[in-house]
Nanobody, 115 residues
Framework: QVQLVESGGGLVQAGGSLRVSCAAS????????MGWYRQAPGKQRELVAR???????NYADSVKGRFTISRDIAKNTVYLEMNSLKPEDTAVYYC?????????WGQGTQVTVSS
């Protein structure tokens, strides 16, 4: 079993910064990939960023250069540092753990960027 708990969402003005965190518990393995997805009202859930076991990262084009994903393996925690936020970044952000084709999800945290 895997449990993912997000924290750190909130309201921020455009151009501001925010960091969201995801603490994983349960059966966590070093080979698991972790990432962040987001879902805005009326839109499909989309990948924002992912970090693989070797530290390789990939980002959605819309956030490249503004967002940074990182992982503290000892704490089983993944972070998403978001800078230069835009109103279009407003969404519920979900933590994701991917293991051999199986996805695990957190409950989500709301990020709202005001213009």
């Amino acid at each position: 079993q895997v449990q993912l708990v997000e924290s750190g969402g909130g309201l921020v003005q455009a151009g501001g910064s925010l960091r969201v965190s995801c603490a994983a518990s349960g059966s966590i393995f070093s080979g698991d990939a972790m990432g962040w997805y987001r879902q805005a009202p009326g839109k499909q859930r989309e990948l924002v960023a992912r970090i693989w076991s070797g530290g390789i990262t990939n980002y959605a084009d819309s956030v490249k250069g503004r967002f940074t994903i990182s992982r503290d393996i000892a704490k089983n925690t993944v972070y998403l540092e978001m800078n230069s936020l835009k109103p279009e970044d407003t969404a519920v952000y979900y933590c994701n753990l991917w293991r051999l084709g199986v996805d695990y999800w957190g409950q989500g945290t709301q990020v709202t960027v005001s213009s």
